[in-house]
């Protein structure tokens, strides 16, 4: 089972993730963008304020396959469950919002982003979504990069609504604005769930 965790930086995502670690210590975890060359080039063209969107979508997607290759669908071969920090819905949400905002004669770019995934990607079984709204995740995440601010994350947010109307039955929403640790109670109630069925 893949299941990925989504939501806007500072929403507690990897506070989840980690606190996962200790309840399924036989669990495959990892997340996107990965440590890999590839991740590494991603890191690069976030740091950069003048990146081009389409290319920066681009990277995005190339770490999206190395990670599907190397680790999400090796681990998902061997029956592991799949934890992952991030996977394709923050491309739909983050990118699309990104192609949206810039000059790049990208037409309906939501639907672009999810466009070129569908070809090869490999969708979540279940998706646990940290909602939080703009203003707090801008401040909780210090908007250290182009991508903390609360403007642009209200299109983010707006892009991750219409991806949970899209497919309703995958995405588990939580509160993230609750104190942490009964946000991390809560999602370890949902991945016991879901291991469950």
């Known amino acids: 089972m893949l299941i990925t965790l989504e939501g806007l930086d500072g929403s507690g995502k990897t506070t989840v993730w980690e606190a996962l670690h200790d309840v399924y210590p036989g669990a495959t975890f990892t997340r996107e963008p990965t440590d890999s060359w590839y991740g590494e080039a991603v890191g690069r063209s976030m740091a950069d304020p ?66 070129i995934h569908a070809a090869f990607s490999r969708p979540p079984d279940a998706t646990i979504y940290l909602d939080l709204d703009p203003e707090t995740a801008a401040e909780r995440a210090g908007r250290t990069d182009k991508f903390e601010r609360g403007g642009y994350l209200a299109a983010v947010r707006d892009n991750y609504e219409r991806l949970i109307d899209a497919d309703p039955g995958r995405f588990h929403r939580v509160d993230a604005a609750r104190a942490p640790e009964d946000v991390v109670a809560r999602v370890e109630d949902i991945v016991a769930e879901l291991v469950d069925r």
């Not at 799949?82 to 923050?90: E, G, M």
């Not at 949206?100 to 999810?114: H, I, S």
């Open 50 to 115: 003048e990146a081009d969107p389409l290319a920066e979508l681009f990277l995005y997607t190339a770490d999206h396959a190395n990670h599907l290759s190397e680790t999400v669908r090796p681990a998902l071969a061997d029956g592991d469950l799949v934890v992952s920090d991030r996977y394709s819905d923050s491309r739909f949400a983050y990118q699309g919002a990104t192609l949206a905002r810039a000059d790049a004669d990208v037409q309906r770019p939501l639907e672009y982003v999810r466009g």
